[in-house]
């Protein structure tokens, strides 16, 4: 099983960027997907969710507005768009995949997730 995240880099202030989970190894269907990140002397905090169905959960007030969660089954991929990109959302991303039976359910807790990405890093520049 693999989960790789990637789009990551430096962006000014206000920009955009768009970060894809490419998954493989499992059937994505089966799967919530969170988006985490860590912060530099931060701890990791759960940002946003997708569940089966596609219904969409915040754990981060601050993105709400800016970044959307996506997810394409038939190419096993999620996406992350981020725009109105501040300095405080510079961290490593990762993303992760939560098996579950309940195609509603979410969770930015990150303890029953089954399997991380290996994180790719947003920088935002002032």
């Known amino acids: 099983v693999q989960l790789q995240a990637s789009g990551g880099g430096l962006v000014r202030r206000g920009g955009s960027l768009r970060l894809s989970c490419a998954v493989s190894g499992i059937t994505l269907d089966h799967y919530l997907i969170g988006w985490f990140r860590q912060a530099p002397g931060h701890e990791r905090e759960g940002v946003i969710c997708?569940?089966?169905?596609?219904?969409?959960?915040y754990y981060t007030d601050s993105v709400k507005g800016r970044f959307t969660i996506s997810r394409d089954n038939a190419r096993n991929t999620v996406y992350l768009q981020m725009n109105g990109l501040k300095s405080e959302d510079t961290a490593v991303y990762y993303c992760?995949?939560?098996?579950?039976?309940?195609?509603?359910?979410?969770?930015?807790?990150?303890?029953?997730?089954?399997?991380w990405g290996q994180g790719t890093l947003v920088t935002v520049s002032s």
């Open positions: 997708i569940s089966r169905s596609g219904e969409t959960t």
């Open positions: 992760a995949a939560e098996r579950t039976t309940f195609p509603w359910y979410c969770s930015g807790v990150g303890t029953n997730v089954d399997y």
